[in-house]
């Protein structure tokens, strides 16, 4: 059976992860109107220093507070500002400090595994909700390349078919970004694409650009398949049946 074809409904996806308050407001996202919408957003904000989305930033406070931890007293407020077209952003820097701050707080310098596998679609805004909106994987991972910039502007990711698998890849045109806001986004990216698709073996192989850390062993349990550091750009590779 293709992949595509085990993607579960809305439905069935709030129940098994994401039935909490509030998610009655994905139904406006699921429009032709709305995605007009998260289209002239992602389109029309012009290239500028790297920022990730407030929303997605919310992501290492809910986490920390959950661990018991006061994040608003480790991390100070969120330096919210707002891009041309009105999305609450955050600069870049404060994110690659604010997940360091934590895993030195918390002794684990996997942190980003830790954080990205607790995603939701509103740490990932309106590009969240797009993505429940999708028929199947292809179409999933197609809307995440397009309007990725409305949560990760920083470098561009495009999407690569090779025979039955398919790439999806970040240069360092912007720069390097860093082990922990790497390793959170593509473990964000890759949680949020299980969760889509019912499929918890679903990564084939992980690319990193930065350099191995002293234990490996979180990556492999969280991606299953190789995990590989040390590589030209990041990448992630998933089969297409």
């Given at each position: 059976?293709?992949?595509?074809?085990?993607?579960?409904?809305?439905?069935?996806?709030?129940?098994?992860?994401w039935?909490?308050?509030?998610?009655?407001?994905a139904?406006?996202?699921?429009?032709?109107?709305a995605?007009?919408?998260?289209?002239?957003?992602?389109?029309?904000?012009?290239?500028?220093?790297?920022?990730?989305?407030?929303?997605?930033?919310q992501?290492?406070?809910?986490?920390?507070?959950?661990?018991?931890?006061?994040?608003?007293?480790?991390?100070?407020?969120?330096?919210?500002?707002?891009?041309?077209?009105?999305?609450?952003?955050?600069?870049?820097?404060?994110?690659?400090?604010?997940?360091?701050?934590?895993?030195?707080?918390?002794?684990?310098?996997?942190?980003?595994?830790?954080?990205?596998?607790?995603?939701?679609?509103?740490?990932?805004?309106?590009?969240?909700y797009?993505?429940?909106?999708?028929?199947?994987?292809?179409?999933?991972?197609?809307?995440?390349?397009?309007?990725?910039?409305?949560?990760?502007?920083?470098?561009?990711?495009?999407?690569?078919?090779?025979?039955?698998?398919?790439?999806?890849?970040?240069?360092?045109?912007?720069?390097?970004?860093?082990?922990?806001?790497d390793?959170?986004?593509?473990?964000?990216?890759?949680?949020?694409t299980?969760?889509?698709?019912?499929?918890?073996?679903?990564?084939?192989r992980?690319?990193?650009?930065?350099?191995?850390?002293?234990?490996?062993?979180?990556?492999?349990?969280?991606?299953?398949?190789?995990?590989?550091?040390?590589?030209?750009?990041?990448?992630?590779?998933?089969?297409?049946?």
């Amino acid at each position: 059976m293709r992949l595509c074809e085990r993607v579960r409904s809305y439905n069935e996806l709030k129940i098994a992860r994401w039935g909490t308050p509030g998610l009655t407001e994905a139904t406006y996202f699921l429009t032709n109107d709305a995605m007009s919408s998260v289209s002239r957003a992602a389109n029309q904000t012009p290239p500028t220093s790297n920022y990730v989305a407030a929303t997605y930033v919310q992501l290492l406070y809910d986490y920390l507070n959950a661990h018991g931890h006061d994040a608003l007293a480790l991390l100070g407020p969120m330096p919210v500002e707002r891009s041309p077209v009105g999305l609450e952003r955050v600069a870049l820097g404060f994110w690659e400090q604010s997940l360091a701050a934590a895993s030195a707080l918390l002794g684990d310098p996997a942190l980003g595994v830790a954080v990205g596998r607790t995603i939701t679609p509103r740490h990932f805004g309106l590009l969240g909700y797009a993505v429940l909106n999708c028929a199947n994987l292809g179409q999933a991972l197609a809307r995440m390349e397009r309007y990725h910039r409305l949560i990760y502007d920083v470098n561009p990711a495009r999407i690569e078919v090779d025979g039955d698998r398919v790439e999806v890849r970040w240069g360092v045109e912007r720069g390097l970004s860093g082990q922990l806001v790497d390793e959170t986004g593509i473990a964000a990216v890759v949680q949020i694409t299980r969760d889509l698709t019912g499929e918890s073996q679903l990564v084939e192989r992980v690319c990193f650009v930065n350099p191995p850390p002293p234990d490996t062993t979180p990556h492999e349990r969280f991606f299953g398949g190789e995990v590989r550091f040390n590589q030209p750009e990041t990448v992630i590779r998933v089969p297409l049946e």
